[in-house]
C-alpha cells in the first residue's frame, strides 16, 4: 500500500509540471494554430541556459530563473516574429517542417556548445525530503507542484478578467472579427508565443534539480507535451493540467511497478487505452 501511495504522490506532482508544459504549446495553439515540435528542445535550451549559470556564476538554477525567463521569453518573441509569423496561414505541414528544423537546430547547438555527454545542474533544495507518513517526497517536486498549479490559475485569471486575455480568446475564436473590433492580432499572436516560451523556461527551472540532463532530451519533452494536450483538449487549461496529472501518475507507475522498457512505456499505453474508449479526450469541450 506504500508503494501505491508513493506512486500516486510523485505522479501528481511531476504530473503537474507536464501540465505546465502543455499549457504553453496550448496557449499557442489556440491563437495562431501553430504546434511547436520544437517545443520539448527550448525546455532542453533553458536547462542548459542554467547549466551555463552555473557554471559560470554559481547560480542555483532558482536564482537563475529570474535571468533565464525573460531571456527565453524575449527570443520566443524573435522566432515567432521572424520564422513562424511568416508562415502562419499557409500549409499545415510547412510550419511542421519549420519546427523540426528549428528542433534539430536548438538540439545541435547544444550539442556544439555543452558536448554530448549527461550534465546535472546543482540546487541546494535538490536532496531535501519530506515525509508525509511513509510517502518519501521530494522538495523540488513539491516547489513545482505548488507553482505549476498557482501558475495555471493565475493564467486562467489573466485570460478571464484582464483585456490581453480578452484579446487571446478573441483571437482564439475568430482572429478576422478580432482584427475588426481593432484587435492587433500579430501582437498577440507574438506576445502568446513568447509567453509560452516564457513558461517552458520556468518549467525547466522546476525539472532541473537532481535531473541529468543532455541536449537530446528535447524530443522526450515534447512527446510527452503532445499526450497531455490530445488527451486534455489543446486549448481547454483544466483538461491540460488533468492531462498532465495522468500522464506523470503512469509515469511513475511504469516506474515502481514495472521494470524495463515496459515501465517507460506505460504513460503512452495508457493514452492509447483512453483514447480507444474516449476519442474526444478527457473533457467535454474547450474552455472559452
Not at 478578467?161 to 483571437?171: L, N, Q
Request: proline share 4%; glycine share 12%; net charge positive.
Amino acid at each position: 500500500m506504500t508503494e501505491l501511495y508513493q506512486a500516486l504522490a510523485q505522479g501528481l506532482l511531476i504530473g503537474s509540471t507536464y501540465g505546465l508544459l502543455a499549457l504553453g504549446m496550448g496557449l499557442v495553439y489556440g491563437v495562431s494554430g501553430v504546434v511547436n515540435f520544437s517545443h520539448g528542445d527550448f525546455i532542453s535550451l533553458g536547462m542548459f541556459m542554467c547549466l551555463a549559470l552555473y557554471s559560470a556564476f554559481s547560480l542555483d538554477p532558482y536564482v537563475s530563473a529570474v535571468i533565464t525567463i525573460p531571456v527565453m521569453t524575449a527570443l520566443g518573441a524573435l522566432v515567432y516574429r521572424f520564422l513562424i509569423r511568416p508562415m502562419v496561414g499557409h500549409q499545415f505541414l510547412m510550419i511542421v517542417q519549420l519546427t523540426l528544423g528549428l528542433s534539430l537546430v536548438l538540439q545541435n547547438g547544444i550539442l556544439m556548445v555543452f558536448g554530448g555527454q549527461p550534465a546535472r545542474t546543482p540546487s541546494v533544495v535538490e536532496t531535501k525530503l519530506i515525509l508525509l507518513g511513509d510517502v518519501v517526497l521530494r522538495l523540488p517536486h513539491v516547489i513545482a507542484f505548488v507553482i505549476s498549479f498557482a501558475l495555471a490559475i493565475a493564467l486562467y485569471v489573466m485570460l478571464r478578467s484582464t483585456d490581453f486575455g480578452r484579446s487571446i480568446r478573441a483571437v482564439h475564436q475568430n482572429a478576422h472579427a478580432a482584427a475588426l473590433m481593432g484587435i492587433n492580432v500579430g501582437r498577440v499572436q507574438v506576445l502568446t508565443f513568447a509567453m509560452g516560451i516564457g513558461l517552458l523556461a520556468l518549467a525547466a527551472v522546476l525539472l532541473l534539480p537532481g535531473t541529468p540532463i543532455q541536449p537530446t532530451q528535447g524530443l522526450r519533452y515534447t512527446v510527452i507535451t503532445l499526450l497531455v494536450v490530445v488527451l486534455g483538449g489543446m486549448t481547454n487549461f483544466v483538461g491540460i493540467m488533468l492531462g498532465g496529472l495522468v500522464i506523470g501518475i503512469a509515469e511513475a507507475f511504469g516506474t515502481i511497478y514495472l521494470e524495463g522498457p515496459l515501465g517507460l512505456l506505460m504513460p503512452y499505453l495508457i493514452f492509447v487505452a483512453i483514447m480507444l474508449f474516449r476519442p474526444q479526450g478527457l473533457t467535454w469541450r474547450s474552455a472559452r
